[in-house]
């Protein structure tokens, strides 16, 4: 049977749990790029911290061994799109998160419009509709290199497959027109009587005179 394997987390959770800023940004990034837990944005984020932990470890050494660990992790960002053919070891350093949000497997199915949405790309990948190079790939969070990113495309055996799905139809119209922008709310103020009412509106209604009291005749 051989030697079972240990399994280890390949993210490591925040420090702080309750950071505002932090849990602001990640709400963000949720409904941008459609994940299902915070779990894919630290997995992202921890394959960018090693990377980054390497290029400032490999600066100061020199050797044979260091080099040959230079042209690695400058070779491996480079398939991923990640850094230019010219780039060193200074530019790994400015590589943000959503650089490397924008090469998982379900931005790239969005971006190529074979989906709607982002979460439309994610259950296609996850429902096996989606293929590279003819292989299926259920892990949305799969980093697509360079070399495969002209080889994503429907499964064969996909109704997805025919250009004339009703849902490859809506995902044509959807990269046809533009995008509208979105109408900003406008704050809400207190009121004095302790209420709350959005700037801009009076919700006051049309001010009415009150009548005046009608006299009773005398008898």
């Known amino acids: 049977m051989g030697d079972p394997k240990k399994h280890r987390k390949k993210y490591t959770t925040p420090g702080h749990p309750w950071q505002r800023a932090r849990i602001d940004e990640e709400r963000v990034l949720m409904d941008e790029y459609g994940f299902k837990n915070k779990k ?24 044979a061994q260091a080099d040959k660990e230079k042209n690695l992790l400058l070779s491996r960002l480079r398939r991923y799109g990640l850094l230019s053919q010219e780039a060193g070891l200074a530019d790994i350093l400015s590589i943000s998160l959503r650089d490397v949000l924008e090469r998982r497997f379900q931005t790239q199915v969005y971006k190529k419009g074979l989906a709607t949405s982002m979460n439309q790309a994610r259950q296609f990948i996850t429902h096996e509709h989606v293929c590279i190079g003819g292989k299926v790939v259920t892990s949305p969070s799969y980093l697509i290199p360079l070399s495969e990113e002209t080889q994503i ?14 849902e490859r139809v809506a995902a044509k119209k959807a990269s046809e027109e533009p995008k509208k922008e979105k109408k900003k709310k406008l704050p809400e103020k207190d009121d004095k009587r302790g209420g709350r009412f959005r700037q801009g509106k009076d919700r006051s209604g049309p001010s009415r005179k009150p009548e005046p009291a009608k006299k009773k005749s005398d008898k």
């Open 40 to 63: 894919e944005i630290w997995k992202m984020n921890s394959f960018l911290r090693g990377a980054t932990a390497q290029a400032k470890k490999l600066v100061t050494l020199s050797g």
């Open 153 to 166: 495309t429907f499964r064969n055996n996909s109704k997805l497959n025919d250009p004339e799905h009703p």
